[in-house]
């Protein structure tokens, strides 16, 4: 398919409640929504990186930035039949993983639209609902936790996941494994201990965790596979995972024994299920992350999560944990065991509400 025009807006959309981890507090959520367009379709993308250079380097001006100089310039005018092609186009633009997933996204969601098929069977999906669970945030006391998860619990979800930082943690997951003795419950530091300050933590080995998310720096896998042969709950990376090759060497060297996996975070779709294919071989458990996404980027991740290997819950919520109003007309409900229906329409399986992009919209631009 040729592409013909391709149009970015960044949006900011209100969260329904602040979200805490211990690299900030956010009470909105900016975007970049993407549109490609080729005879007579549209395919929607989301680059998810956020306002702030928290979670990773890549913020939402400097995706901007990458797309508008360097990505949609490099596939403008250009056939392509799939996303392979799209990644050989962009192989010469270092990094940026969240700007190139991005526009990857909208070029599946426009190849399943000509194709009439969905995203979750392009990729050999084998699901038709996914089980899912929680993330919560930083509360003001453990008391004030312990509320938060219970109303989850009663939501229905089955998982709970605690971002926990120095000085909340162990306190924290401790009170909430003490009201709910038998939920599955797993944390994430995001990247906020060393190899020293870690010490502290040792007491959540008895806590009968599912898996302890990114303890220490993103570029450390060495130390991770240090902290992991000190701890018997699995160690799970998310940060430190930008590639299949950093998979397979973190799994050789032992720096953990889960995987999350989020197609931003790794350059795209293509990369994501790559990831989950190494490990699903090696045996190793994987989920889905989450990056608080719009409809746009929960549908992709709901088809992503339906690959066989997705083993443990995926921290894919229902719309109306994160927005109350959202850019896709469709709302993902939660089912109650605790899973969400896979999109089954062509492509993403969703469609926009133009009026809510326009209500959220801070700039747009369209190149042809
Ligand atoms: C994680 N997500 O697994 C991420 C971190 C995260 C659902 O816990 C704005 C943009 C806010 C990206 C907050 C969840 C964010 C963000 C948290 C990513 O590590
Ligand atoms: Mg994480």
């Known amino acids: 398919m040729i592409i013909e025009a391709v149009k970015i807006s960044h949006l900011r959309m209100p969260l329904v409640l602040p979200f805490e981890t211990s690299f900030g507090r956010i009470t909105s959520r900016d975007c970049i929504l993407l549109e490609i367009f080729s005879e007579g379709l549209t395919g929607y993308g989301e680059c998810v990186a956020d306002r702030d250079p928290g979670y990773s380097y890549e913020t939402v001006n400097t995706a901007w930035h990458i797309l508008k100089d360097y990505l949609i310039p490099a596939v403008l005018g250009r056939n392509l039949h799939d996303a392979d092609d799209c990644q050989a186009m962009v192989a010469n633009v270092r990094g940026h993983p969240m700007a190139k997933a991005g526009l990857e996204m909208a070029l599946w969601d426009l190849i399943g639209k000509a194709q009439s098929r969905s995203l979750s069977s392009m990729l050999g999906g084998v ?6 669970g929680v993330s919560v945030g930083i509360q003001e006391t453990p008391q004030e936790l312990v509320k938060v998860v219970e109303r989850y619990l009663q939501d229905g979800y089955q998982r709970i996941k605690v971002k926990i930082k120095p000085g909340r943690d162990v306190g924290d997951v401790g009170a909430v494994r003490a009201a709910f003795p038998s939920i599955r419950l797993q944390v994430d530091a995001n990247s906020a201990y060393t190899l020293a300050t870690a010490e502290r933590l040792k007491p959540l080995d008895g806590l009968d965790l599912l898996l302890i998310e990114q303890p220490l720096a ?5 130390d991770h596979h240090k902290l992991q042969a000190q701890f018997a709950t699995p160690i799970c ?3 430190s995972i930008l590639s299949v090759r950093h998979a397979r060497q973190a799994l050789e060297m032992a720096a953990c024994r889960i995987i999350n996996i989020k197609a931003g975070r790794v350059g795209g779709m293509n990369q994501g299920a790559a990831i989950h294919s190494l490990c699903h071989n090696k045996g190793v458990p994987v989920w889905c992350g989450g990056m608080l996404e719009t409809g746009v980027g929960r549908a992709a991740n709901l088809a992503l999560a339906s690959l066989p290997g997705f083993s443990l819950p995926g921290d894919i919520s229902a719309t109306e ?3 109350q ?4 007309n469709e709302r993902f409900q939660l089912n109650s065991d605790s899973t969400i229906n896979v999109p089954k329409a062509p492509g993403l399986g969703i469609s926009i509400n133009e009026k809510a992009v326009k209500r959220f919209l801070v700039k747009a631009e369209s190149m042809s």
């Open 127 to 132: 699901r038709t609902k996914v089980e899912v």
């Open 218 to 222: 993103e570029d450390d896998l060495w």
């Open 237 to 239: 990376l998310d940060e």
């Open 321 to 323: 944990r994160y927005y």
């Open 325 to 328: 109003e959202d850019i896709t």
